[in-house]
């Protein structure tokens, strides 16, 4: 099956300006999106995952590597034969107020996205935009008041709205209910779900939050320091996850079960910065299974066998797995 979207060996270097060198955000990531599928990406803060969205889109220019989009590569493109793409290509950011330009109405900033990719008439735009609000679970009432009228969680049924008005194919979600309340993270995130049943989209889901992400995602890729550590199915990732840095994540993820507690794994100190990522494993300095091997070469990624039936494959990049190392 032809993947929705597939980057190859991905890259984004940031310059520093006055002190040389730069910040590697994202270092040789590939990886596959199936038509209809929601990827979820998660990592720790700076782990480079919204930079990696975003490079998706071509929001962000990559330093090097190929992404491909509906079988057509968007590497090399001009910034003019991007946007012709773009209806096909949305994302919902983590804040709807600053995304959201508060001088203009709902039904303005619902329109504006098919008036830039002139779709429709205007008569078909309106009737589009009625639908569209109230697929969101707004009403109509909504439309001629501005975004500062409306709580988070409403603010980004709109963000919502105006993502899916073109119809597109793939949507970049980054961070899009972390900071709604409890009860409406699970609200959105049900609409979502619904929307892409509906409507058949494909999703990048992006989240520090693996509760979350475990809720909505068929695939997780799991990202340190500009690099994924470890990808697999959904169920495989929290029910057999493989790298260190995976287990400790789910170890943190709140447990109603008491009968069936895992233990918590803390991670000591905090994420190194990319500026001077450690040399080896990026992980090692964390690690608590580190090796001396770990300090001196950087693992390659390993297809493991999956259990059963399972359907996918599980990719971990760690040199617990490496053949000969007695793990």
């Known amino acids: 099956m032809t993947p929705l979207l597939s980057v190859r060996d991905l890259v984004k270097t940031f310059d520093i300006k006055g002190k040389g060198g730069g910040v590697r955000a994202v270092s040789h990531v590939s990886l596959d999106v199936q038509h209809g599928q929601t990827l979820g990406v998660v990592g720790e803060s700076g782990s480079g995952k919204s930079t990696l969205g975003r490079l998706m889109l071509r ?159 068929d695939t997780v890729a799991v990202m340190y320091l500009g690099e994924i550590v470890e990808m697999a199915p959904a169920g495989e990732i929290f029910n057999n996850p493989k790298h260190p840095y995976t287990q400790a994540l789910i170890s943190a993820i709140p447990q109603i079960d008491t009968g069936q507690r895992r233990e918590r794994i803390v991670l000591s100190g905090d994420i190194p910065s990319p500026q001077n990522p450690p040399a080896g494993c990026h992980f090692h300095p964390r690690c608590p299974h580190a090796m001396s091997i770990c300090s001196q070469e950087a693992p390659v990624p390993l297809v493991l066998q999956m259990p059963g039936e399972a359907l996918g494959t599980h990719t971990v990049s760690c040199h617990l797995y490496t053949p000969g190392s007695g793990a």
């Open 59 to 217: 929001l962000v220019e990559p330093s090097s590597g190929s992404i491909t989009f509906d079988g057509k590569s968007l590497s090399g493109l001009a910034p003019r034969e991007v946007r012709r793409h773009r209806r096909d290509m949305q994302m919902i950011f983590q804040d709807p107020l600053a995304s959201l330009d508060p001088r203009m109405s709902v039904r303005n900033l619902i329109t504006e996205p098919l008036v830039i990719h002139r779709i429709g008439t205007n008569q078909e735009q309106s009737a589009k935009v009625r639908d569209i609000i109230e697929r969101v679970g707004l009403s109509q009432d909504a439309l001629d008041r501005f975004p500062h009228e409306f709580s988070g969680g409403q603010r980004q049924r709109i963000s919502i709205a105006r993502a899916i008005i073109t119809m597109p194919k793939l949507i970049v979600a980054d961070e899009p209910v972390s900071s709604l309340d409890v009860s409406i993270q699970s609200q959105i995130l049900n609409l979502m779900l619904d929307l892409r049943r509906d409507l058949n989209l494909t999703y990048v889901f992006i989240s520090h939050d693996l509760a979350v992400v475990q809720h909505i995602a």
